[in-house]
């Protein structure tokens, strides 16, 4: 087991690149912990799945290294790197039964016979299978297959990271749940490093103990789910994470006063006078609806979603969402948004803005 | 581990890292190399001699022709029981092809559509006529067409290679048409199209490639028989294939002539592999991968 | 994909039916006609039993002829089957190089047949052959005229030159559909070249492969034109395979009984064959469409 880190990689499909756009993966310096449980995050066609592969030498990246511990792998294949990945779509051995499905990655090692018996055993367990490990991987569902796809993944102990790919894709709703938390509970116990790709941010907030959002070939922000909330880097992370995403504004700002149009925001901290195009975000948990302050909006309409209500509105032409807890009633003749001062995030260029040294209240 | 070198080229990595390494590939060239060398020596060999004059194949064993002569081509153009061998077997192809798509086309949409009384056993019937051997139908072929007064006739010929090119036909069509959806049909049917207006401009321009690969098929499997199309024909309707084995079994073979005139079949077989090339491995899958 | 019980499709299928109705089943009752019956000529017939069928059943020249026909098609696929398998895997992937070297595999298929027979007859002679030539160098009893073993060499040759493309082309096409995934996982989970061709690709090829062997055992089975301009038949019996004979009986000497009760069985067999080979495949279609 290692620690994995990504040294200035890059990655295009294209011969002669003309300029960013061009590059599948933008350079990027990443770190991922030993024995950590990472998520990728990010909509489809972000990268992911190119990062992914350049991790586990399936892919050869155009530029930059790849390294485990202290050695550079860059130019290992996948044998070398001992990794385990699980795709999207389940692969088995069709010829073969679920016990050799399962034993296939340690026969090609060649660990021990008793050894290999054992620990098909302990992963069958784990995926619910130990009925079936006798029959054929052909006539078996798909989410049966994919279950024995992510077994293979697990055999091996000793490797150094294991890599998914969208792996729950086939499974249903239930079963999901049930093995998420298997994979949970496998990280706990074993302490392999896990990467888990997926565009679902549920997955990907209840896997991962670090999530990395991507955004257009570039990692937008590698942080704990708190972090994400809280203090989103980007303002794509911002929108991306949280159901309904972030409120953003376009904005003038001025120390410690924003301007949204004619209506001006108290901010918490002295940001300076940023150029370039500004934005202010603000989650809908800390926007409340009142009679005056703030900035004047249209309600559309109000959805009870069961714990909470979100109260959708419009400011011109952006919508602005709110989330009322139940209790909270809605004021007769509350027409305008106000906004926690603490909780709002400046942002110039899609990139978060951090206030003005030693000026913070 | 050898490792490459690291102005390799992003192909080349891509390459070292799935395990393909030099010999593999080397390994992989020359037998492939090998190969098509055994399938092209002979018809090389064919080129050879149909460019040399008879004492030359007679005498010498040559790699090129010393004495590079056009005349036995010349020859075939200029004799008519030559050329019209070629146009006769295009003529009953042509006629092949066309009868077998016609018919084809609607009976492959009723097996990949619906099912129906019998469909499978016809089905059954259909292909074990593929698996006929041309000798058994030689001798009731003859017959047959004889007492209907169609022997010697292209259309003979013709109608006798439906036996084994329409089952083919209905199997390839059917294989393409399973990969159009459904729905395509039923939106077009709710969209109120008569059938046949359906089927005729909308259906067929999206097998259009399945139907290409078809003609191909038919195209090929009627122009490369000799027993039938032998057996069925007299004086009028002589066809190469004739031709060239009376040639060789008459006395004082003209190796030159022979070897020209089977050069001349193959060329329009390889254009039309040239045409059909990005269907070729699917089509000789029927359709079915 | 679901169909729909409509037993007005018969009416898409009549053309066909009739059609072939036409050139099967007509010429298929004369040969009944003449497998149970004698002539004297002038369309007189007389009920003669299975007479014909003992005959053919009892000729030792028939059983010869049936022994060498198997043995023929035992080798040809024995040698085209892994050949074309092996070939198709060295194949590129795509490119014009790909297309290039399908086009030249795809030759060979679309010679007529007679002048199959006639490339390899040239080819093969001591005289005036490339092939004749470098063998003769260094076996001087090879001739396919006199010698039986050349003979057979040449036309197993042949067969192979001929007919392996066909199987390079059916594996190459099943090679095509495997998913990238398959040969990812089969990395991942270091599997040899070996493992990754016995488990990955082989059993993806299954079906394929029985059409391939299906084609290529009818075909095979059904061979006349090529050994007929190569070697006659001979010499002596030698390469006279089933059609071949049988060609013989019935348009040489029209010997329309015996060729007539021939050509049953000799149907019989094929049918019996390709209905073991459908029956198989259609039960791994059932098995495949489950995936």
Not at chain 2, 110 to 121: E, L, N, P, Q, T
Request: glycine share 8%.
């Amino acid at each position: 087991m290692a620690r994995i880190r990504l040294d200035n990689l890059a990655h295009t499909y294209m011969t002669y690149p003309r300029d960013d756009r061009d590059f599948a993966l933008k350079p990027m310096n990443v770190e991922w912990e030993d024995g950590g449980a990472y998520a990728l995050l990010g909509a489809s066609g972000c990268g992911k799945t190119t990062l992914l592969n350049i991790i586990s030498g399936l892919r050869a990246p155009s530029q930059g290294r790849v390294i485990f511990g202290d050695t550079d792998v860059t130019e290992c294949p996948t044998a070398e790197r001992n990794i385990a990945q699980v795709f999207q779509f389940p692969v088995v051995y069709d010829t073969m039964t679920v016990r050799q499905n399962l034993a296939f990655p340690l026969r090609n090692r060649g660990m021990d016979p008793t050894r290999i018996r054992n620990r098909v055993q302990q992963i069958a367990k784990v995926i619910g299978m130990e009925a079936e490990l006798d029959r054929k991987a052909r006539g078996l569902t798909a989410d049966a297959k994919q279950k024995i796809s992510l077994g293979r993944g697990m055999v091996r102990e000793d490797v150094n990271a294991i890599l998914f790919d969208e792996p729950l894709t086939v499974i249903d709703p239930q079963m999901k749940w049930e093995l998420r938390t298997q994979l949970r509970r496998l990280h706990q116990e074993f302490g392999h490093t896990m990467i888990y790709v997926t565009h679902d941010q549920t997955e990907a907030l209840t896997f991962a103990d670090k999530v990395a959002v991507m955004f257009e070939g570039r990692i937008a922000q590698l942080g704990t789910p708190e972090e994400l909330f809280r203090k989103p880097q980007h303002t794509f992370v911002g929108y991306f994470i949280g159901s309904p995403g972030m409120n953003l504004f376009e904005a003038e700002v001025d120390g410690r006063q924003a301007r949204i149009g004619p209506h001006v925001i108290p901010l918490a901290a002295d940001y300076g006078r940023p150029e370039g195009r500004v934005q202010i975000g603000i989650r809908p948990e800390f926007t409340r609806i009142a009679a005056s302050g703030g900035i004047p909006v249209d309600i559309l309409r109000i959805e009870d979603v069961g714990r909470h209500v979100v109260l959708r509105a419009r400011h011109g032409g952006v919508a602005v969402n709110a989330i009322l807890s139940e209790e909270d009633t809605l004021a007769e003749g509350a027409t305008h948004a106000v906004f926690d001062p603490a909780e709002i995030g400046v942002f110039v260029d899609g990139w978060r803005r951090d206030p003005v040294e030693g000026a913070s209240a | 581990m050898t490792r490459p070198s690291p102005n390799l080229t992003l192909a080349a990595r891509q390459r070292h890292l799935e395990g393909k390494g030099t010999g593999w590939t080397v390994t992989a060239r020359v037998t492939l190399a090998v190969y098509l060398l055994f399938l092209m020596v002979p018809i090389y060999w064919l080129v050879n001699m149909s460019f040399k004059t008879n004492t030359e194949i007679l005498n010498f064993i040559t790699l090129v022709p010393e004495d590079f002569t056009w005349d036995n081509y010349t020859l075939i153009f200029t004799d008519p029981t030559w050329y019209m061998g070629y146009v006769n077997t295009l003529i009953y192809v042509a006629i092949n092809v066309a009868i077998s798509i016609t018919v084809a086309l609607p009976a492959a949409y009723a097996f990949s559509r619906y099912s129906f009384m019998g469909d499978k056993h016809l089905f059954f019937w259909l292909l074990s006529n593929r698996m006929a051997p041309p000798a058994v139908f030689a001798l009731p072929f003859f017959q047959l067409y004889s007492s209907v007064g169609l022997f010697d006739t292209h259309i003979a010929v013709a109608l006798a290679h439906c036996l084994f090119n329409v089952p083919l036909a209905v199997w390839i069509l059917e294989g393409f048409m399973r990969g159009v959806p459904k729905e395509i049909d039923e939106t077009a049917f709710v969209d109120g199209y008569p059938f046949w207006k359906f089927f005729l401009r909308i259906f067929v321009p999206l097998i259009s490639a399945g139907i290409g690969v078809t003609a191909f098929f038919c195209f090929m499997f009627s122009s490369v028989e000799l027993l039938l199309s032998r057996t069925l024909t007299g004086t009028s309707v002589r066809t190469v294939g004739v031709a060239m084995t009376r040639t060789s079994s008459a006395i004082g073979l003209e190796y030159g002539t022979l070897a020209a005139a089977g050069v001349l079949t193959i060329i329009p077989g390889a254009l039309v592999i040239w045409f059909v090339r990005n269907y070729i491995a699917k089509g000789f899958a029927l359709g079915r991968v | 994909m679901r169909k729909v019980q409509n037993n007005g499709a018969w009416l898409l299928v009549l053309p066909v039916f009739l059609l072939v109705a036409f050139s099967a089943v007509i010429p298929l009752m004369t040969v009944v006609n003449y497998a149970f019956n004698d002539s004297f000529g002038e369309n007189e017939f007389f009920w003669n039993g299975f007479d014909w069928f003992k005959e053919v059943i009892d000729s030792d020249r028939i059983r010869g002829a049936l022994w060498r026909q198997f043995l023929f098609s035992a080798i040809v696929l024995l040698i085209e089957i892994p050949l074309g398998i092996a070939i198709a895997l060295t194949l590129p992937k795509r490119g014009f190089w790909a297309s290039l070297v399908l086009v030249l595999l795809a030759m060979p298929l679309v010679i007529p047949w007679n002048v199959v027979g006639t490339i390899w007859q040239v080819f093969a002679r001591g005289d005036i052959g490339l092939l004749g030539v470098v063998i003769t160098s260094f076996w001087a009893d090879f001739n396919i005229g006199r010698d039986p073993l050349s003979a057979w060499i040449v036309v197993v040759m042949m067969d192979v030159w001929h007919w392996t493309s066909l199987v390079v082309l059916l594996a190459y096409a099943g090679l095509q559909a495997i998913p990238e995934a398959y040969y990812q996982a089969g990395r991942i989970d270091q599997a040899s070249r070996w493992a990754i061709f016995r488990f990955i690709e082989l059993p993806k090829l299954k079906g394929v492969l029985l059409i391939a062997v299906l084609l290529r055992f009818m075909d095979s089975f059904m061979i006349y034109t090529e050994p007929f301009v190569v070697t006659g038949g001979g010499p002596g019996q030698a390469t006279t395979f089933l059609s071949i004979d049988l060609v013989k009986t019935a348009l040489g000497q029209f010997d329309l009984g015996p060729a007539a009760a021939f050509s049953l069985m000799y149907f019989l067999v094929v049918l019996l064959m390709s209905w073991v080979f459908y029956t198989v495949m259609t039960a791994m279609d059932v098995e495949g469409g489950t995936q």
